[in-house]
């Protein structure tokens, strides 16, 4: 389906769970966040009957997100009943690969196409600072058990923090010559706990070129500019929403873990979806897919929205 301005919209993001395993700084409170009532998170027959709608309108992609999905109760069941919808094209998640361990496998059987794993250092103790109770390690190991359950060609997510990883921008673009993985650097955004940071940690993307002037540029993929160096089994992608705006090309919607669509990360416009069925649900999607602003309204004074990152699904 098509929105007002004419861009192809089949891609949902939607959200699980608000809630998360670790406390990354620029994302959630150090104290986490209310535990909401069981009931005011949708339900896995709701997800279900979203997915359902959603690929009705068009859309053939869906991205589990959270906060960390796989804490959610039931995520390999919300898994397999997504993976079986007609015209759905790909499942996918992304995740901070802590539980990995013990969730690979059953999500690749339950239809899980792909994974997304955050990692923004390669420094343990700076990983414990960032996410101020995460374990390196035990990224690593879910990494290796994501690889072990036939999960090809991983992108690992780094966002960019001046003064915190920009000097290991080469190390981490070095990951992708051993690796048929994607690293993707990106750009953090004025939001929620970061809103007030100062000015030096938001960089653009275009650092990693200039860090690593070696990268060639290959095929965009979506929104991600993509670059490989020489020789190498995997690809750099570059994620910039500050300092190139891709709005024009955005083809995705995105619904919180309480049953709210979003056309826009960034929109405080929210169209409530529970308690809609059937052709009253599709209509909303629909609706929201057509009311899917122009541009975000992002810039370095913070976001329009009033929710955090991990009430939207980041």
Not at 17 to 23: A, E, G, I, K, S
Not at 157 to 164: A, E, P, R
Not at 213 to 226: D, F, Q
Not at 283 to 303: D, M, T, V, W
């Given at each position: 389906m098509q929105d007002r301005l004419g861009r192809t919209i089949d891609y949902l993001r939607l959200s699980v769970t608000d809630l998360c395993n670790f406390r990354c700084r620029y994302c959630m409170p150090e104290n986490g966040v209310p535990k909401l009532p069981h009931s005011a998170i949708l339900s896995v027959e709701e997800i279900a009957e979203i997915g359902q709608a959603a690929a009705a309108c068009g859309i053939r992609k869906i991205r589990l997100t959270g906060g960390e999905p796989l804490v959610r109760r039931g995520i390999v069941e919300i898994c397999r009943?997504?993976?079986?919808?007609?015209?759905?094209?790909?499942?996918?998640?992304?995740?901070?690969?802590?539980?990995l361990p013990e969730l690979a496998a059953?999500?690749?059987?339950?239809g899980v196409g792909r994974l997304n794993i955050s990692l923004d250092t390669l420094s343990p103790e700076k990983f414990a600072r960032i996410t101020r109770r995460g374990s390196l390690d035990d990224v690593w190991?879910?990494?290796r058990a994501a690889e072990d359950a036939g999960f090809s060609e991983l992108k690992l997510d780094t966002v960019l923090i001046g003064g915190f990883n920009d000097a290991e921008i080469p190390a981490l673009v070095r990951l992708t010559q051993e690796h048929p993985w994607e690293v993707r650097f990106i750009e953090l955004m004025p939001m929620g706990e970061c809103a007030g940071w100062e000015k030096s940690c938001f960089l653009?993307?275009?650092?990693?070129?200039?860090?690593?002037?070696?990268?060639?540029?290959?095929?965009?993929?979506?929104v991600a500019r993509r670059f490989r160096l020489p020789g190498a089994s995997g690809t750099v992608g570059l994620i910039s929403p500050m300092s190139h705006n891709f709005c024009s090309e955005c083809r995705r919607i995105r619904v919180t873990a309480d049953g709210k669509l979003k056309g826009c990360l960034h929109s405080p416009e929210e169209i409530p979806l529970r308690g809609?069925?059937?052709?009253?649900?599709?209509?909303?999607?629909?609706?929201?897919?057509?009311?899917?602003?122009?541009?975000?309204?992002?810039?370095?004074?913070?976001?329009?929205?009033?929710r955090d990152m991990n009430e939207i699904g980041g």
């Amino acid at each position: 389906m098509q929105d007002r301005l004419g861009r192809t919209i089949d891609y949902l993001r939607l959200s699980v769970t608000d809630l998360c395993n670790f406390r990354c700084r620029y994302c959630m409170p150090e104290n986490g966040v209310p535990k909401l009532p069981h009931s005011a998170i949708l339900s896995v027959e709701e997800i279900a009957e979203i997915g359902q709608a959603a690929a009705a309108c068009g859309i053939r992609k869906i991205r589990l997100t959270g906060g960390e999905p796989l804490v959610r109760r039931g995520i390999v069941e919300i898994c397999r009943r997504l993976s079986r919808i007609e015209g759905l094209r790909e499942l996918c998640m992304t995740t901070n690969a802590s539980l990995l361990p013990e969730l690979a496998a059953p999500l690749r059987e339950a239809g899980v196409g792909r994974l997304n794993i955050s990692l923004d250092t390669l420094s343990p103790e700076k990983f414990a600072r960032i996410t101020r109770r995460g374990s390196l390690d035990d990224v690593w190991r879910g990494i290796r058990a994501a690889e072990d359950a036939g999960f090809s060609e991983l992108k690992l997510d780094t966002v960019l923090i001046g003064g915190f990883n920009d000097a290991e921008i080469p190390a981490l673009v070095r990951l992708t010559q051993e690796h048929p993985w994607e690293v993707r650097f990106i750009e953090l955004m004025p939001m929620g706990e970061c809103a007030g940071w100062e000015k030096s940690c938001f960089l653009s993307a275009d650092a990693v070129l200039r860090a690593c002037p070696e990268l060639r540029p290959i095929a965009p993929s979506g929104v991600a500019r993509r670059f490989r160096l020489p020789g190498a089994s995997g690809t750099v992608g570059l994620i910039s929403p500050m300092s190139h705006n891709f709005c024009s090309e955005c083809r995705r919607i995105r619904v919180t873990a309480d049953g709210k669509l979003k056309g826009c990360l960034h929109s405080p416009e929210e169209i409530p979806l529970r308690g809609l069925h059937g052709a009253e649900l599709e209509s909303a999607i629909r609706r929201g897919i057509l009311q899917k602003p122009e541009s975000h309204r992002l810039n370095f004074c913070g976001s329009g929205t009033p929710r955090d990152m991990n009430e939207i699904g980041g």
